[in-house]
């Protein structure tokens, strides 16, 4: 069994059957790229923490430049291999610019379904979700994949969430993007639980869509053809531009947190440049370059562009090399760890991890938010609760303070669900697409540590 292209790039959009739109001049990929541009989800990520917090220095990613950078890199990959999979696979119909659009519109919404405070996030809504003694039993009566999507919370699977429901609520699809793009989106093509089963492979190592939303991932696997892994768990082997995705996410972060580390003083100019060396093309021409370049935070930025062009270069070699086992399923690794470079790309996360991601202001903002978001579930969901199960019963406190959701994440007229995992689900959408100041402000108003007005 193997995956076809014509199917992989289908212009279908999920949640509507409308014929494709586009035309030569805006292709229908295109057209992705406008609406996840346009949409305030991505807009938000600009405070949204990457790494370090924009509080002391603005130079410094958020989420939006990061996902920015992706794109841009992963536009690259995909163009690349288009020009040789048309020939290759007699795809008259598509462009390379096709493909190029196609991983560069998943690259831009990779991370929008990310919680506010950086790489700790997902880990405090897992944390609340398995400590706090009140949620703890609420998701304990839950089972199967519904509980595991908050024991389990992920961001990839609240990105589909956002994409395919929270945006453009109204409209069956949410931003009704082309199946081809949120194939591409979707690192991981599985439920959250699978019964205790193991499955090998980066595309089983987390899930990809909850349990809500496994209906509409259904549409997007049968549209693009991709291939099930098990009968009964919704479980699929990866769309091969996700590989492209994933590593255009990991050249940009790999590459650009030491950058960054060097910025911020974390790491020396020796060390950086040490870093860098073994990944630049023809180093010895490039030396010269080099030599010609003044100032330091200069040289580095000169280096990092050379070291991000050098391993696109690899990138691009090794899918095309595993192009049959990529549609047959036969290979299901990251593409960074199979490239000659492989070693030295290692040692820059090597690096990060020791030298950048335990520096305070990073650990400041990890902390924070695990205070923040923990506070955030465990006052609302009383609330939801409450007013779920006594109406105009409830306490004087949970009629006032439900107040402070928006309604689309109560439910239909202001009255929570009867569900409760539908209530859990519409909670951590509403906290998980909180920006940094915002959940810091709300937090405040609610503990009362900042008054209106005050």
Same mark, same amino acid.
């Given at each position: 069994?193997?995956?076809?292209?014509?199917?992989?790039?289908?212009?279908?959009?999920?949640?509507?059957?409308?014929? +494709?739109?586009?035309?030569?001049?805006?292709?229908?990929?295109q057209?992705?790229?406008?609406?996840?541009?346009?949409?305030?989800?991505?807009?938000? #990520?600009?405070?949204?923490?990457?790494?370090? +917090?924009?509080?002391?220095?603005?130079?410094?990613?958020?989420?939006?430049?990061?996902?920015?950078?992706?794109s841009?890199?992963?536009?690259?990959?995909?163009?690349?291999?288009?020009?040789?999979?048309?020939?290759?696979?007699?795809?008259?119909?598509?462009?390379?610019?096709?493909?190029?659009?196609?991983?560069?519109?998943a690259?831009?919404?990779?991370?929008?379904?990310?919680?506010?405070?950086?790489?700790?996030?997902?880990?405090?809504?897992?944390?609340?979700?398995?400590?706090?003694?009140?949620?703890?039993?609420?998701?304990?009566?839950?089972?199967?994949?519904?509980?595991?999507?908050?024991?389990?919370?992920?961001?990839?699977?609240?990105?589909?969430?956002?994409?395919?429901?929270?945006?453009?609520?109204?409209?069956?699809? /949410?931003?009704?993007?082309?199946?081809?793009?949120?194939?591409?989106?979707?690192?991981?093509?599985?439920?959250?639980?699978?019964?205790?089963?193991?499955?090998?492979?980066?595309?089983?190592?987390?899930?990809?869509?909850?349990?809500?939303?496994?209906?509409?991932?259904?549409?997007?696997?049968?549209?693009? /053809?991709?291939?099930?892994?098990?009968?009964l768990?919704?479980?699929?082997?990866?769309?091969?531009?996700?590989f492209?995705?994933?590593?255009?996410?990991?050249?940009?972060?790999?590459?650009?947190?030491?950058?960054?580390?060097?910025?911020?003083?974390?790491?020396?100019f020796?060390?950086?440049?040490?870093?860098?060396?073994?990944?630049?093309?023809?180093?010895?021409?490039?030396?010269?370059?080099l030599?010609?370049?003044?100032?330091?935070?200069?040289?580095?930025?000169?280096?990092?562009?050379?070291?991000?062009?050098?391993?696109?270069?690899?990138?691009?070699?090794?899918?095309?090399?595993l192009?049959?086992?990529?549609?047959?399923?036969?290979?299901?690794?990251?593409?960074?760890?199979?490239?000659?470079?492989?070693?030295?790309?290692?040692?820059?996360?090597?690096?990060?991890?020791?030298r950048?991601?335990?520096? +305070?202001?990073?650990?400041?903002?990890?902390?924070?938010?695990f205070?923040?978001?923990?506070?955030?579930?465990?006052?609302?969901?009383?609330?939801?609760?409450?007013?779920a199960?006594?109406?105009?019963?409830?306490?004087?406190?949970?009629? #006032?303070?439900?107040?402070?959701?928006? +309604?689309?994440?109560?439910?239909?007229? /202001?009255?929570?669900?009867?569900?409760?995992?539908?209530?859990?689900?519409?909670?951590?959408?509403?906290?998980?697409?909180?920006?940094?100041?915002?959940?810091?402000?709300?937090?405040?108003?609610?503990?009362?540590?900042?008054?209106? /007005?005050?």
């Open positions: 069994m193997s995956m076809q292209w014509s199917c992989l790039l289908s212009r279908k959009r999920l949640g509507t059957d409308e014929a +494709p739109g586009g035309s030569p001049a805006r292709t229908d990929f057209r992705d790229l406008d609406r996840i541009v346009f949409s305030s989800a991505f807009r938000r #990520m600009q405070d949204k923490t990457q790494v370090f +917090p924009l509080s002391k220095i603005d130079y410094v990613r958020t989420r939006l430049t990061h996902s920015l950078e992706s841009s890199v992963g536009r690259s990959l995909g163009t690349l291999v288009g020009e040789v999979l048309i020939e290759r696979h007699g795809l008259g119909d598509y462009a390379a610019s096709d493909f190029g659009d196609i991983v560069a519109a690259c831009l919404a990779h991370d929008i379904g990310n919680p506010p405070f950086g790489h700790s996030g997902e880990d405090a809504i897992r944390h609340w979700a398995r400590t706090s003694a009140y949620g703890r039993s609420r998701i304990g009566a839950l089972r199967g994949s519904q509980r595991e999507d908050f024991l389990a919370f992920e961001g990839n699977a609240q990105g589909f969430r956002v994409l395919t429901r929270l945006q453009n609520r109204d409209n069956r699809g /949410g931003l009704q993007l082309t199946c081809a793009t949120l194939g591409a989106f979707s690192k991981y093509p599985r439920e959250s639980c699978v019964g205790g089963s193991h499955f090998d492979g980066a595309s089983a190592r987390k899930q990809g869509f909850t349990a809500e939303d496994r209906e509409a991932f259904e549409e997007v696997a049968a549209a693009t /053809g991709l291939i099930r892994r098990h009968d768990y919704a479980l699929w082997w990866r769309h091969p531009l996700a492209l995705v994933e590593a255009a996410d990991d050249i940009c972060y790999h590459v650009i947190d030491i950058e960054d580390g060097f910025r911020l003083g974390r790491l020396s020796a060390e950086a440049e040490a870093l860098f060396w073994p990944l630049v093309t023809d180093p010895g021409r490039q030396a010269a370059r030599g010609r370049i003044d100032g330091q935070k200069e040289k580095i930025e000169f280096l990092r562009a050379k070291v991000i062009n050098h391993v696109i270069q690899q990138v691009v070699a090794g899918f095309l090399d192009d049959a086992d990529l549609l047959s399923a036969r290979c299901d690794a990251s593409l960074l760890t199979l490239i000659p470079a492989a070693g030295p790309m290692q040692a820059l996360i090597d690096v990060a991890a020791d950048i991601y335990g520096a +305070p202001e990073v650990v400041e903002i990890e902390a924070a938010g205070q923040v978001i923990g506070e955030l579930l465990e006052r609302f969901i009383e609330i939801l609760d409450d007013v199960e006594h109406g105009e019963g409830a306490t004087p406190r949970s009629k #006032m303070m439900i107040r402070l959701l928006p +309604p689309q994440f109560v439910g239909p007229d /202001g009255v929570p669900s009867p569900d409760p995992y539908t209530r859990l689900l519409r909670l951590t959408d509403f906290v998980s697409g909180m920006t940094d100041s915002y959940a810091v402000a709300l937090y405040k108003r609610i503990t009362g540590i900042a008054l209106p /007005g005050g």
